[in-house]
């Protein structure tokens, strides 16, 4: 064996003792479990956010803005494109934070974690919030925090709707308002007189792909192609809608789903012959795209 091979062999036997005693610090970032020479840190940026929670509450708008970097980025509930900077943070927040009667009341912080990365940290939790109007969500938060000129800054946050508060407020009825009913009705009523007036462009806009339909009579279910080709056959046979009215309406709205009790009147003339139907129905409607679809219905004769 030659001096050289040896020093080799001698420089590898210890490698592994080096790798397993080398500072964790060295490898890894630093999180709260691990680092008790960052507790001032850590409390100063929990106390950070909870005076943001607090500015909210006190519509501190001052406050808000000096607790958000200028170069602030990130998404909050219902965003739909980042949000750059802290004047478009401010625009965001502006309303809640100028109506005297909606916005936050109250709070809860929960599972909360913190990592650090040198001067920077990555903030996780999860707060049960109280809302004016006695309206509670539960909202999933993760912060990034910066030290600057020795103090710590939120740059960074995305907020966003806990699942399970998503998975309450879509499984709750959605208070209707009189204009809210009156723009379901107003698009329920389009898709009839679309039918009866063969209005294929607003059919399709209307009917979606996955209709299913079962009319008063018919022992076929119909499907969108069933439903359009109806249209047509009507349209086709020189009949005319004269007169429809819905006597009776109510509705329940879930999230995006809003279900439609009705009982309905009819009146078709045929060759000067005039022929009234009516009967019952329930149809469902689902919000897409701004648009109200109708997805489903089923007529009968109420017998």
């Keep these: ?81 980042a949000i750059r900077g802290i004047e478009e943070y401010m625009q965001a927040v502006g309303v809640g934070l100028r109506n005297p009667n909606g916005g936050m009341s109250g709070y809860k912080i929960t599972d909360y974690d913190v990592i650090f990365h040198g001067d920077l940290a990555v903030v996780c939790f999860v707060a049960d919030v109280e809302r004016r109007g006695g309206i509670t969500t539960k909202l999933r938060i993760l912060d990034v925090y910066a030290k600057r000129n020795g103090e710590w800054i939120q740059t ?5 709707v806990h699942p399970d508060a998503i998975a309450k407020q879509l499984s ?22 679309a039918y009866f007036t063969n209005d294929r462009a607003a059919l399709e806009k209307l009917i979606p792909e996955e209709a299913i339909a079962i009319n008063d009579g ?41 279900i439609i009790y009705t009982t309905y009147l009819y009146e078709i003339e045929t060759q000067g012959q005039r022929r009234t139907m009516k009967g019952r129905g329930t149809e469902i409607f689902v919000r897409r795209n701004n648009t109200l679809v109708n997805s489903g219905w089923h007529l009968d004769d109420g017998n």
Aim: contains cysteine.
């Design 218 to 258: 018919s022992p076929v279910w119909s499907d969108r192609a069933r439903i359009l080709a109806g249209a047509q056959q009507f349209a086709q046979s020189g009949a005319k809608l004269v007169r429809l009215e819905f006597p009776k309406t109510e509705m329940q709205v879930y999230g995006n789903v809003i």
């Design 1 to 81: 064996m030659t001096v050289k091979t040896c020093f080799f062999l001698l420089i590898c036997s210890a490698l592994p003792a080096a790798i397993f005693f080398a500072p964790v610090s060295a490898t890894m970032p630093v999180s709260a479990s691990h680092a008790d020479d960052r507790a001032s840190d850590r409390a100063a940026i929990r106390a950070h956010i909870e005076s943001i929670f607090q500015a909210f509450i006190n519509k501190d708008v001052q406050k808000v803005r000096a607790t958000h970097s200028e170069d602030w980025r990130g998404f909050l509930e219902g965003s739909s494109v």
């Design 172 to 193: 709750t009825p959605v208070t209707v308002s009189p204009q809210m009913r009156q723009n379901i009705l107003d698009a329920r009523e389009a898709v009839w007189r």
């Design 156 to 160: 960074s946050s995305h907020t966003a």
